[in-house]
């Protein structure tokens, strides 16, 4: 988990409400990712970026917003539009080349209440 | 389009027995191929990557997983299982453009003593 930071460790959601999740590097990685974890189901993409100021949808994007304003931070946003927040939500993040490995954050557990 | 397999749920294994956890995939061009294991609500952690080179790959903790190209396997061994080893294990193959990363649903695997 090291150098990836996730917070906060646990989030409550009410219904109707915006939250946002924060995910901050200090490895100088270029690319940044979101990804969403239900039981059984293994992580599904939601969005990634690939450099500060661009990202682009992954396969389950609906529902959610991100920003990528510096290269440190990826933050990602559930909108009330997510009707099934609930989840286990994992932030990773790898430099430019090609065979460079993605590292993951420790994850946030959101829940609603 | 770029997939993993696994098609066991769940592997039981006894301390001291060799483990075996199952993974197959489906790329364009070369695969680059990755294993991560998940202690519970924790992130992600890398164990080792497949590139090019040696068909049998050596990772952390004593992991070690072998290519098979004919076979489109990537199958992930230890020749001896301890408590510790129990979590949940993840394959995953990195997509053509080097930008995605798709994973695997997950093995469960538990060793008992």
């Known amino acids: 988990d090291g150098g990836i930071t996730q917070s906060p460790k646990y989030l409550f959601r009410k219904e109707g409400q915006n939250v946002t999740l924060s995910c901050e590097q200090n490895?100088?990685?270029?690319?940044m990712y979101w990804y969403r974890q239900d039981p059984g189901q293994g992580l599904r993409l939601i969005y990634y970026s690939q450099i500060v100021n661009d990202f682009q949808k992954g396969d389950i994007a609906e529902g959610y917003s991100v920003s990528r304003e510096k290269k440190e931070s990826f933050p990602l946003t559930v909108t009330s539009a997510q009707k099934n927040p609930t989840a286990f939500y994992l932030c990773a993040s790898r430099s430019g080349g090609d065979q460079e490995t993605q590292y993951f954050g420790p994850g946030t557990r959101l829940l609603v209440l | 389009a770029q997939s993993v397999a696994q098609p066991e749920d769940q592997v039981n294994v006894a301390e001291g027995n060799p483990l075996t956890v199952k993974c197959t995939y489906s790329v364009s061009g070369n695969p680059y191929l990755f294993w991560y294991v998940q202690y519970p609500n924790r992130g992600l952690q890398f164990l080792l990557k497949y590139i090019t080179g040696d068909n049998l790959v050596k990772g952390s903790y004593g992991f070690e997983a072998e290519f098979n190209k004919s076979q489109t396997s990537f199958h992930l061994k230890k020749p001896s299982a301890l408590v510790s080893d129990s979590a949940l294990y993840f394959c995953a193959v990195m997509g053509y453009n080097f930008n995605k990363f798709y994973f695997g649903s997950g093995t469960k695997l538990n060793v008992k003593p």
């Open positions: 490895l100088n990685h270029d690319a």
